[in-house]
């Protein structure tokens, strides 16, 4: 398999995952590449690695260019086993080379894989001399573990990201002038969304980090390579970061018989009336993960379950738990059923809101099938609530 060349001796050198569908509960539609990069100096430099069932096609793109036993240093950006799986099998075959990681990457491969490999831990400001290059590192804690890091080639103006400004995508293109950019930006997002919305304050960390650097060239560990598109995806980092959002609404809901379906409309009506623009997903048709693409610009969420067994839905009560852990900010929320007898669905929905530090707006429960009149009602209430100049 051949390598591609991204800058003078510098190769992207990893694994294109055509099949995968889902990466751990986040579906991944396009697919997925696990970046592996090839620096070819003096020292010879392996910027990450491969999913362990990709080990054969990384050792192709690299023997394309070097007999692989020649690579001095291992760069470990992150230990997680995306990037990680095929180190056993690779130290093995060179058990003299360096394995360059963050003191918590020594420690998490270490645990991963009990191997006691010639380890060099670096911190942010480190460099190594590889010849006409000097190599910098950049800790990236939790942008999203404790061990992640970059690593800086000044000579190259080029930062291998790792996590950061990833998206999922597989693709025989690997330069984003060569790919449609309103897809990679998409995915970029839904990446952020779905893994690193947690730590915006983290990543605000790395953004500053990284303005000293002259940088024209993002390598990240999954999908596109960023040269000419930088500033675009720099300002939506900005932004994600900082839980920037838009007048829109995100309505969520599942439904029995079709009566919190109707209220999800209503709903909808009391936006539109607003002049803001709405998205409808029914959980029974959407993955949560696709779901999330939508709320990390949202400003309103809406969710919506009748009440089950004293309880909310089970689509719904994974929804909550997922949007729990992903965590937004500065969101206003809205929680909407119909119920029987029990009715206990919207409080359930509008305490795991309170928990969450989010700004409620009125619940709306109705029992059993809501009328026209009703439904009418309900659109009234909403848009009196969301108030504001938005006519």
Request: with cysteine; glycine share 6%.
């Amino acid at each position: 398999m051949k390598a591609v060349k991204i800058k003078e001796n510098i190769y992207w050198v990893g694994g294109i995952d055509w099949n995968l569908r889902n990466f751990h509960g986040y579906m991944t539609q396009r697919g997925s590449t696990y970046n592996s990069y090839l620096i070819i100096d003096e020292k010879i430099v392996l910027i990450d690695t491969v999913k362990h069932y990709m080990y054969d096609e990384m050792l192709s793109r690299i023997s394309d260019v070097i007999d692989p036993k020649k690579i001095n240093y291992v760069v470990s950006n992150h230990v997680e086993m995306d990037h990680s799986g095929c180190l056993p099998r690779l130290m093995e075959l060179i058990p003299d080379a360096t394995l360059i990681a963050s003191s918590p990457g020594e420690k998490g491969l270490k645990a991963h894989y009990g191997k006691q490999w010639n380890f060099k831990t670096v911190k942010t400001g480190d460099k190594i001399n590889i010849g006409t290059r000097e190599l910098s590192f950049i800790m990236e804690q939790m942008v999203h573990w404790p061990d992640n890091m970059a690593t800086y080639s000044e000579k190259d103006a080029l930062v291998f990201s790792n996590d950061a400004f990833g998206q999922h995508i597989a693709s025989s293109e690997r330069i984003d002038t060569e790919y449609p950019l309103d897809i990679l930006i998409e995915e970029a997002k839904k990446y952020y969304a779905n893994i690193v919305l947690p730590y915006g304050s983290q990543v605000q960390n790395v953004l500053e980090a990284l303005k000293p650097f002259k940088i024209n060239m993002i390598a990240p560990s999954h999908g596109i390579i960023w040269t000419k598109h930088i500033p675009e995806i720099l300002n939506e980092y900005v932004k994600w970061a900082g839980n920037k959002t838009e007048e829109k609404c995100t309505i969520v809901y599942d439904t029995m018989w079709e009566s919190t379906e109707k209220i999800a409309y209503a709903v909808r009506d009391a936006f539109e009336n607003k002049n803001i623009s709405c998205r409808i997903y029914n959980l029974k048709l959407t993955h949560i993960s696709d779901i999330m693409t939508d709320i990390i610009t949202s400003k309103y969420i809406c969710l919506g379950s009748p009440t089950l067994n004293n309880n909310i839905l089970p689509t719904v009560s994974a929804f909550l738990t997922y949007l729990r852990g992903l965590a937004p900010r500065n969101r206003t929320a809205l929680a909407f059923g119909s119920f029987g007898w029990g009715g206990q669905s919207i409080g359930i929905i509008e305490n795991t809101f309170k928990e969450m530090g989010l700004n409620l707006l009125g619940g709306v429960k109705t029992q059993y099938i809501p009328d026209k009149q009703k439904l009418k009602q309900i659109t009234d209430e909403i848009q009196k609530q969301i108030g504001g100049n938005h006519g």
